[in-house]
């Protein structure tokens, strides 16, 4: 028994360690996320326009993703691995998955009553050609409900 | 008519047993939250853990987990 104790105290820091790790990359996510959706719109919405010159950038993309993908990958020195006990109990923790399935099936509401309004916003109101129109709806869907998992994911899995 | 809903008493045989939530849930093998969230009424647990959480404070499931009235307070 002296032995499982700091054994259990070690776990539980480190379970909660790792419980950080994932909401902070769950934020970063969804900045990105933001981010890429504003650009993809924006490129989409105004093709002559200044936007165009930011996507011709498109070079800086893999230096992009290296930077995130290394910003993702470890938190205060310690690093995701999928076979760590800490990282497998956060993975298949109940409350976390439960929340999860909550803002999925809430994500998938939420984009699939966005689709009338933005139909009618770029078909109509901005007058899109039908090619450009299917791309920004995409784009805005894709962002819609991406932004919405990781969001209320986030909202509902608070402490 | 479904107004009953799960009622615990985790909490009570948590302090019993001189056990914190981080405790439980290292032995139940899920995180403190998850221990939190049943405790405050926030999450149904499955049968499984539910299970879990009986066989580690060595409890029957019954005494733990009951069925209520939703709107009685616990």
């Known amino acids: 028994m002296t032995y499982i104790v700091p054994m259990n105290q070690q776990l539980e820091d480190s379970t909660e360690l790792f419980l950080r790790f994932s909401r902070r990359n769950m934020f970063i996510l969804l900045v990105v996320v933001l981010l890429l959706g504003a650009a993809a719109l924006a490129v989409m919405l105004t093709p002559s326009g200044r936007s165009w010159r930011i996507a011709s950038q498109a070079a800086l993309l893999p230096v992009a993703i290296a930077i995130i993908a290394a910003t993702l990958s470890s938190y205060r020195g310690r690093s995701w691995n999928p076979d760590a006990p800490e990282v497998k109990l956060v993975m298949n923790d109940e409350w976390r998955r439960t929340n999860m399935l909550r803002a999925s099936r809430t994500a998938l509401i939420v984009v699939l009553v966005a689709q009338w309004p933005l139909a009618l916003l770029f078909g109509f109101y901005m007058s899109l050609p039908s090619p450009r129109q299917a791309s920004a709806m995409a784009a805005s869907s894709l962002t819609l409900g991406l932004a919405t998992l990781l969001a209320l994911f986030l909202f509902l899995d608070r402490e | ?74």
């Open chain 2, 1 to 74: 008519m479904d107004n009953e809903t799960l009622r615990n008493t985790l909490k009570v045989q948590r302090a019993m047993r001189d056990l914190t939530q981080a405790d439980l849930a290292v032995m139940a093998g899920v995180t403190r939250r998850s221990i939190n969230a049943i405790e405050t009424g926030r999450m149904v647990p499955s049968v499984l853990l539910a299970l879990k959480i009986a066989r580690a404070l060595e409890a029957p499931l019954e005494t733990i987990f009951s069925l209520g009235p939703a709107t009685a307070s616990v």
